[in-house]
Antibody
Framework: QLQLRESGPGLVKPSETVSLTCTVS??????????WAWIRQPPGKGLEWIGF???????SYSPALTGRVAISVDTSKMHYSLRLNSVTAADAAQYYC??????????WGQGTLVTVSS | DIQMTQSPSTLSASIGDRVTITCRAS??????LAWYQQKPGKAPELLIY???SLQSGVPSRFSGSGSGPEFALTISSLRPDDAATYYC?????????FGQGTKLEIK
């Protein structure tokens, strides 16, 4: 059964870069049917789609974050990563990784909390 | 971006009630719509994909319907465990936008 596990620093300073990794198990990270995504949720608020990557390296990002965000994939290590630079308090959120298939929607990890504070 | 307008934002209903949440897309999404349930402190869980397909393991009291711009999630007979926040999401085109959520409370 597919499992996704997020990891990364829980605390980052304003103006710095946060890097998160999603490790995939119980399934292949390769395959043309899948998109590997990041989604976030500020405390007490709704869900915000950040972007996704395919195993080929093709990416798509939210226009609201384009220029600050990058998603990369390492198929040999069965993981993909999110980098978000110049963070502010508005970037504090629960960050989820998820696998998307057009035919079955999104399957989510449990999430990791990122706090932005000096 | 495709905007997803979800209503109502909060809903209070009794055990056994039939409950409907609606979601309207700002343009055609060709039924590429999912519904999720999220409980406090937990990740969202997929209920419905492709507008009306029930995810494996999800109780049959949940159903999805609709086409074109307007979609609905219906719970046929509300149970205590259904207290949660529900989100719709379109995945016709990136960015895969979400509705603002509906918080369902049990009376």
């Amino acid at each position: 059964q597919l499992q996704l596990r997020e990891s990364g620093p829980g605390l980052v300073k304003p103006s710095e870069t946060v890097s998160l990794t999603c490790t995939v198990s119980g399934g292949s990270i390769s395959g043309s049917d899948y998109f590997w995504a990041w989604i976030r949720q500020p405390p007490g608020k709704g869900l915000e789609w950040i972007g996704f990557i395919r195993d080929s390296g093709t990416t798509s990002y939210s226009p609201a974050l384009t220029g600050r965000v990058a998603i990369s994939v390492d198929t040999s290590k069965m993981h993909y990563s999110l980098r978000l630079n110049s963070v502010t308090a508005a970037d504090a959120a629960q960050y989820y990784c998820a696998r998307h298939s057009r035919y079955v929607g999104y399957s989510w990890g449990q999430g990791t909390l990122v706090t932005v504070s000096s | 971006d495709i905007q997803m307008t979800q209503s109502p934002s909060t809903l209070s209903a009794s055990i056994g009630d039939r409950v409907t949440i609606t979601c309207r897309a700002s343009q055609n999404i060709n039924n590429w719509l999912a519904w999720y349930q999220q409980k406090p402190g937990k990740a969202p869980e997929l209920l419905i994909y492709k507008a009306s397909s029930l995810q494996s393991g999800v109780p049959s009291r949940f159903s999805g319907s609709g086409s074109g711009p307007e979609f609905a999630l219906t719970i046929s007979s509300l149970r205590p465990d259904d207290a949660a926040t529900y989100y719709c999401q379109q995945y016709e085109s990136a960015p895969h936008t979400f509705g603002q959520g509906t918080k369902l409370e049990i009376k």
